[in-house]
């Protein structure tokens, strides 16, 4: 079993940041991708940024320019780097991570339980 540990969400004030960590742990062989998704309240899950092993980014076209994903691929980390944040930047960020827990193993999907932001107006 692989967990993923979120931590460093909070409450700030728009325009301010934020910086979220996600440590992974457990029977983990290799990691592929590793990315954030945030679910607001009563809307769907979405992608906030995603990273591969080798470093390629992709981010959600509403966080361009304000978040920075990264990682740390000898420490099973992932980090996003949140600026300029909005109100509407509220919601609560779950870290995932496409894991091979052993040499040849197909990958499977694991999520964190996810780290409550919210930015004040």
């Known amino acids: 079993q692989v967990q993923l540990v979120e931590s460093g969400g909070g409450l700030v004030q728009a325009g301010g940041s934020l910086r979220l960590s996600c440590a992974a742990s457990?029977?983990?062989?290799?990691?592929?991708?590793m990315g954030w998704y945030r679910q607001a309240p009563g809307n769907e899950r979405e992608l906030v940024a995603h990273?591969?092993?080798?470093?390629?980014?992709n981010y959600a076209d509403s966080m361009m320019g304000r978040f920075t994903i990264s990682r740390d691929n000898d420490k099973n980390m992932v980090f996003l780097q949140m600026n300029s944040l909005k109100p509407e930047d509220t919601a609560v960020y779950y870290c995932?991570?496409?894991?091979?827990?052993?040499?040849?193993?197909?990958?499977?999907?694991?999520w964190g339980r996810g780290t409550q932001v919210t930015v004040s107006s």
């Open positions: 457990g029977s983990i062989f290799s990691i592929n991708a």
């Open positions: 995932n991570a496409i894991v091979n827990t052993y040499r040849g193993s197909p990958s499977f999907n694991f």
């Open positions: 990273i591969t092993s080798g470093g390629r980014t």
